[in-house]
Nanobody, 115 residues
């Protein structure tokens, strides 16, 4: 059965960096875009990074210039490089495959930015 699993979250000081990974248990077809979302306590889940099948990227203003989405299709992986982390980046981070068919979601990985 196809699953996504995020990893790489943790506790980091302000200004620090983390790299999130999203592993798929098998190849995923008909992908339109790979995405990262996050959900802070008491807030809605929001889209923060997109990588289309054509290689185009887009970022939420709050993370643009600090975060970078990438993929390794051969390994069924996607990544989110996060730099200059701020306390407001604290959230549960989810990877998502937007495709022709049902979207796929991981279970989330917690990122906490605190001194």
């Amino acid at each position: 059965q196809l699953h996504l699993r995020e990893s790489g979250g943790g506790l980091v000081h302000p200004g620090g960096s983390l790299r999130l990974s999203c592993a798929a248990t098998e190849g995923i077809f008909n992908v339109i875009a790979r995405r990262w979302y996050r959900q802070a306590p008491g807030k809605q889940r929001t889209l923060i990074a997109t990588l289309t099948s054509d290689g185009l990227t887009d970022y939420a203003p709050s993370v643009r210039g600090r975060f970078a989405i990438s993929r390794d299709a051969a390994k069924n992986m996607m990544y989110l490089e996060m730099n200059d982390l701020k306390p407001e980046d604290t959230a549960l981070y989810y990877c998502n495959y937007h495709r022709r068919g049902p979207d796929l979601w991981g279970q989330g990985t917690q990122v906490t930015v605190s001194s």
